[in-house]
């Protein structure tokens, strides 16, 4: 590392003012939130901080706030000189890695809009996008040309290298020399708050819409997210209140291209703390972060979660370690691997509507003294709304047109009355970009919906029971499978556990299981599968109503999953149904 | 304590819903920031933990968030009762106590304009106040009635009680009768964003006005202060960054009728912290609550500070505290003392016009190898504007008619050239109210003119040299009073030191600086304080050019100071004037 040296064109003038252009007119009482205010901040404070490591890669790199500003500077400039004007989208395909990275700060800088593109998608899912998005220039990582073979937008590549001779660091390097030295202030600060930032593209696939089965068909538009963000900031802050500094770097594992990496691409900065970037989830570099360099937060979804405890390099490390879990809750079995580690596990919900987590499972001082099993079961709940959202609320599902703007009832607060969880606020997306019906759909009542059916708590705690789609009508009675998850999930020897519906001739539907076992226990069941099944059937008789108890067990070595990480139940269903 | 109940009226219905009014056609992605959003959070996520501990009276209260938040409803109901209406002014006068805290929640609550009277001026002074602000209903502490004497406006008196039978208690019960147990959703959400929350009074006196000494001549309407608090609220929390839990309590020494607190009143809030109010400045009490209640936080000027580390009882407490300082930059004494105490102070500066601290000195790793004297000087910097505003910069004075708009041209950032510090954004005042020249003046060239002058370093951080009033002109040099003062301070001897202009014969002005002495060394200078002014002068003479020695040098027992705890100059030079 000691060898690496940034590129002539990333080196800032000495005294380099760090402000943009001043915005007409602007009442000196107001200026407009933005997340861009953030890098300049912090290349004025701390700049010869460690803003960004990029280590566990035959060329690694590290960037310091300084340098990383004059970098996001120098691709602002190459976006301009490349014919990008203010509102444009400029599209990015990579995995977590410093190109990425700038692009969340540097697009913005040039006023245009981020479009985070899945690096797991398909070349026609990818063409898609581009066409929907109608992005105007492609910044692409070396290892996913091939998905964007043939397209006619304009494509800047980067080997990831930081070197110079890098076909990015040339694009870079044009735009330092471009900008003649004008710095910051020869670029226009967005005026408007609520201007378009980000346009991401969300991963699930349309069940029942075959032509867009395996396609990415919303896209949120974040007008408000300059707004959003600076709020959000704050919040994501205090995920980390329990640590000793803020300015211990937190790690990276969730991927950039989701959500616009939950907005921690610039909350990140706005803590001055120093991101590492991993371009896979790779257990052996994680627990090195770990250990070794004091990383003090990481996100991501509970199967990560998993591979992260029962790895074999799995020890307490040195610091406080504050791991973000969303996708799905937490299981007890988790929770107490988690804290057994020394980490400090925190649940959060959200879509990528709401640019990721936009509830959070405030953890009550009581609850230290209840048993792991109860302490699960109220950490499993999604919680109440981040301070940038309005409240989360549970309503009736809207009677008649969904589209009617009729006001949303709230059911009650009693734990029990299923509805759906909505919210509204500073950190829910604009519109479905290029798709007003869908956005007035979403928006019915005036609020945002989610589509997951939950519960509310007397203490306005949100709890999801299922997505609608994934309640198991069973004898006439609704069985969460969620609910039945977390139960089967207890048993000692369950790794992983999802249940879907199947059909049954008796009860309508009856839940069945997929499990993948522990490994510390799979040898012990090793060709006794149906036993282990009438084990994991007591084990649920103890714990659940005889119509939510799973009627098939079936052990699998691995359970189907999205490119987020998500357990893709419609792969099972299709499986269940071929039963 | 456990004998404490709060009246009924405070004791909130079980399963009560924290949610204001919806705001008739706000679109989904946007609800207006309001710190008024903080009580309902907390109330709702963190019903049981207390949140207002005011314990040093004879009859001591405490409240959990649940019943806080239920009291500030009851206060918005009673005020509503009372005829205020959206964008009245209501005056507060108190010490640190419950009611002030409520006001600062309960009067925005109702829509209103919170205007806290600082409650060490003369009843004239409040008169000119409250004819100014024009407020309509006033809420009295016991102790400062005679303040209010003979006014026409409505007083609600406490008895700071909190007990039923307190005319305050009695105010609030109306307030929830009246509410019919509408509750929280019965109460109209302020929709506009900008719209006025606090009107505050500086605390400064005008000189060279005479007509207008010892009088509160102008007013800060804060519009945006909805939206700057709720940012500034996640900067504040930022403070404790070094702390192990954000959830204990924060002292509060600040009053609250000083800038609002400086916002603390909803930030504290925000961050679900406990809040402990004091009446007075009592040491005792101060090192109580340091020693055994687990304060985390506190606000105080340097001579605050002085006497919480110069306190008999002055000792290492358990917990890490941060201690914010603002009013002068500390001493290089007083940051050996503070640290030796186990106490991290933290150097924030701002004017009353920017809600308090609007710029913090943001200390680097690299300082920790400095020697205490040279990590003082850095540390009395008054650093970088925070998130919530815009830069912090220093302008050459304006040219011609101080009014025009001509473009702000800010000096080198070489640490030497003198200049103005200005800044703009969502921290920062509307207007002083009913005076548009006032304003027109302040905002001139597009910023808001602190009036404070400054040199910028490299880095962008500010250091004030002086208030131009306080520059001392000695052989045609420039001689910055608070670099004098920041010299002999280093002195062991000295408690504290302010120096002043004096005129000379030869040199136009020298320096004069008037010394408390450190008590446990005052015995041995006692009757020799002709000799402590030599050896002050040997000290200067090693420290300083010749032209900022002090020519005179005056022990005195006390400095005089403002009701806020600033040194008045003001005093100083009329004794001076004098000799």
């Known amino acids: ?73 120098n691709l602002a400039y190459a976006l301009i000189k490349a014919g990008i004007r203010p509102g444009d989208r400029v599209g990015v395909i990579a995995p977590n890695s410093p190109m990425i990275a700038d692009a969340h700060h540097g697009v913005l800088a040039a006023r245009a809009v981020i479009t985070p593109i899945n690096t797991r998608l398909k070349p026609s899912e990818v063409e898609y996008i581009l066409g929907h998005s109608q992005c105007r220039l492609l910044l692409v990582d070396y290892e996913y040309l091939h998905l964007v073979a043939g397209t006619k937008i304009p494509v800047i590549v980067t080997n990831d290298t930081g070197r110079a001779g890098d076909p990015y660091e040339d694009f870079l390097a044009e735009g330092r020399c471009f900008s003649q030295e004008k710095g910051w202030p020869g670029l226009e600060a967005e005026p408007d708050e609520n201007a378009a930032a980000v346009l991401c593209y969300t991963s699930g696939t349309t069940e029942g819409c075959p032509n867009h089965a395996q396609r990415l068909v919303s896209g949120g538009s974040g007008e408000r997210l300059r707004g959003a963000v600076s709020l959000r900031e704050f919040i994501d802050a205090r995920l980390g209140a329990n640590l ?57 979804a509970p199967t990560v979660q998993i591979g992260i405890v029962n790895d074999p390099q799995a020890r307490r490390p040195p610091q406080h370690i504050t791991a973000i879990i969303a996708g799905a809750a937490p299981t007890a079995h988790l929770i107490a691997e988690l804290e057994k580690t ?33 302490r699960a079961r109220l950490m499993a709940r999604q919680g109440h709304a981040f301070a940038t959202a309005e409240a989360a609320r549970v309503v009736y599902p809207i009677e008649g047109d969904a589209v009617s703007n009729g006001p949303l009832k709230d059911v009650p607060r009693d734990g029990k009355t299923v509805g759906e969880i909505v919210t509204r606020g500073n950190i829910v997306m604009k519109e479905y970009f290029r798709d007003p019906e869908a956005t007035q759909k979403a928006f019915a009542g005036g609020s945002f919906h989610t589509g997951d059916l939950a519960v509310i708590h007397p203490n306005g705690s949100v709890a999801i029971m299922d997505r609608s789609k994934d309640i198991i009508i069973s004898g006439g009675e609704n069985a969460s499978s969620l609910a039945i998850e977390q139960e089967l999930a207890s048993h000692p020897h369950v790794l992983e556990v999802s249940v879907v519906a199947r059909n049954h001739i008796r009860w309508g539907e009856r839940p069945m299981a997929f499990v993948v076992l522990h490994p510390q226990h799979a040898a012990k069941w090793k060709g006794r599968h149906h036993e282990f099944g009438k084990d994991m059937k007591e084990h649920a008789k103890k714990r659940l109503p005889g119509f939510a108890c799973p009627e098939w067990v079936e052990v699998v070595p691995e359970l189907p999953k999205t490119s987020t990480g998500k357990i893709l139940k419609t792969e099972l269903r299709k499986i269940v149904a071929k039963l």
Chains 1, 2 share one sequence.
């Open 1 to 73: 590392m000691a060898a690496f040296i940034p590129t002539p064109a990333s080196i800032p003038p000495p005294n380099a003012l760090l402000r943009l252009q001043d915005i007409p007119n602007a009442p000196p009482n107001w200026h407009p939130l933005s997340p861009l205010s953030f890098i300049l901040r912090a290349a004025q404070i701390y700049p010869e901080k460690v803003a960004l490591v990029h280590t566990d890669v035959q060329q690694p790199v590290m960037y310091t706030f300084s340098v990383w500003a004059q970098r996001i500077q």
């Open 244 to 300: 000793r500094s803020k300015n211990e770097p937190p790690d990276r594992i969730l991927p950039m291209f989701h959500a616009a990496g939950w907005t921690f691409p610039w909350t990140n900065v706005f803590a001055f703390a120093k991101q590492v970037t991993l371009r896979t989830v790779n257990y052996t570099h994680i627990w090195n972060h770990f250990l070794h360099s004091g990383v003090t937060h990481y996100c991501a």
């Open 342 to 374: 020394g980490i400090k596990p925190v649940h959060v919900y959200g879509l990528t509507e709401t640019y990721g987590p936009f509830t959070r499972n405030y953890d009550d001082p009581s609850w230290e003294n209840l048993l792991l099993e109860e």
